[in-house]
Nanobody, 115 residues
Framework: QVQLVESGGGLVLAGGSLRLSCAASGSVFSINYMGWYRQAPGKQRELVAAITAGGTTNYADSVKGRFTISRDNAKNTVFLQMNSLKPEDTAVYYC?????????WGQGTQVTVSS
C-alpha cells in the first residue's frame, strides 16, 4: 500500500508564494506520473501541473509562468512552487501519483489566496 502526504498549504495574500509538497511512503516503485490537481468550491477537479517519469512537464494555461512542478526521486516527493498567487487560485490542492497500474491521491491541502 502507498500513502501520499501533502503539506505546505495555507493562507496567503495575492501576489504571494507557497510551496506544496507531496511525499509517498510504503511500497513505492515505478512512479510513472506525479501531478497536482485542484478543486474549488462548486467546480470540478482540474489538472494544475504534472511531471512524468521522463521529466516531461505539463501545466494548465492559467498557471503557466507562475507555478513550477519539480520532484525529488530519492525521496519520492513532488513539489509545486506557486508564485504570484491570485484569489482564483484558491482551492483544495491534491497530489496524484501513478505507480504501475495503480493511481493514488493525497488527502488534499487547502490554499486560500486573499485579496
Amino acid at each position: 500500500q502507498v500513502q501520499l502526504v501533502e503539506s505546505g498549504g495555507g493562507l496567503v495574500l495575492a501576489g504571494g508564494s507557497l510551496r506544496l509538497s507531496c511525499a509517498a511512503s510504503g511500497s513505492v516503485f515505478s512512479i510513472n506520473y506525479m501531478g497536482w490537481y485542484r478543486q474549488a468550491p462548486g467546480k470540478q477537479r482540474e489538472l494544475v501541473a504534472a511531471i512524468t517519469a521522463g521529466g516531461t512537464t505539463n501545466y494548465a494555461d492559467s498557471v503557466k509562468g507562475r507555478f513550477t512542478i519539480s520532484r525529488d526521486n530519492a525521496k519520492n516527493t513532488v513539489f509545486l512552487q506557486m508564485n504570484s498567487l491570485k484569489p482564483e487560485d484558491t482551492a483544495v490542492y491534491y497530489c496524484k501519483f501513478i505507480l504501475g497500474p495503480r493511481v493514488y491521491w493525497g488527502q488534499g491541502t487547502q490554499v486560500t489566496v486573499s485579496s
